[in-house]
């Protein structure tokens, strides 16, 4: 089945600095690519995906970038902000059939002010 | 109005007991979803039914068992909690099954099992 790895686990950045998560996945038949954010004691929340027919979508600061060759896909943070400070998971699913979706193990991001 | 709603927020018991959580979303989804999330945050699937049919089952103890009255809920009965069944247990749903489109979940229930 897919596997989702997720780096770094943790990571910290100045107020304004940008901060990138990477993810890889192990199954080439996987077309769709969400990332959840999840602020603390809250419910995780869709913040962007990618479908593998694309290879970069951007929603002002966040922004998604896919290389289905290296079956790898990053999330983009520009200018943060304190609010930005949550767990956020990639995510990879085959899109067929009963497929869930598959999270990475989360990466703790704190923007320190 | 809450999409997807779940109770209890929170549970604490003590280890061999057996408790319930509930779910509802009233978006009209097909599919619903259980997941566990531990002190790690880890996000795990355990059960999805779509349309209330039972459609992923992935490896969980047979002391859990979800059911579905209807499309719209979704609970999860779990039997002799043991220390290790403590984690937050979120019910989520899409409007498929194909793991394409987005996952609205809940608020999360927190089982404490001491």
């Known amino acids: 089945g897919e596997n989702v790895e997720q780096h770094p686990s943790t990571l910290s950045v100045q107020e304004g600095d940008s901060a990138v998560i990477k993810c890889t996945y192990s199954d080439s038949a996987s077309n769709y690519f969400p990332w959840y954010k999840q602020e603390l004691g809250k419910r995780p929340q869709l913040i962007i995906d990618i479908r593998s027919n694309v290879g970069e979508k951007k929603d002002q600061r966040i922004a998604v970038t896919l290389n289905k060759t290296a079956k790898h896909f990053s999330l983009h943070i520009t200018e943060t902000q304190p609010e930005d400070s949550a767990v956020y998971f990639c995510?990879?699913?085959?899109?067929?059939?009963?497929?869930?979706?598959?999270f990475g193990k989360g990466t703790r991001l704190s923007v320190i002010a | 109005d809450t999409a997807v709603s779940q109770t209890p927020k929170y549970l604490v018991t003590q280890m061999g007991n057996d408790k319930s959580i509930k779910c509802e979303q009233n978006l009209g989804h097909d599919t619903m979803y259980w997941y566990k999330q531990d002190s790690k945050k880890f996000l795990k699937i355990m059960f999805s039914?779509?349309?209330?049919?039972?459609?992923i089952n992935e490896t969980v103890p047979n002391r859990f068992s979800p059911k579905s009255p209807d499309k719209a809920h979704l609970n999860l009965h779990i039997n002799s909690l043991e220390l290790g069944d403590s984690a937050v247990y979120f019910c989520?749903?899409?409007?498929?099954?194909?793991?394409?489109?987005?996952?609205?979940f809940g608020e999360g229930s927190r089982l404490t099992v001491l």
């Open positions: 995510a990879a699913s085959k899109g067929s059939g009963n497929t869930p979706l598959v």
């Open positions: 039914y779509n349309n209330k049919e039972l459609i």
């Open positions: 989520a749903s899409s409007q498929t099954n194909r793991g394409t489109g987005e996952l609205f």
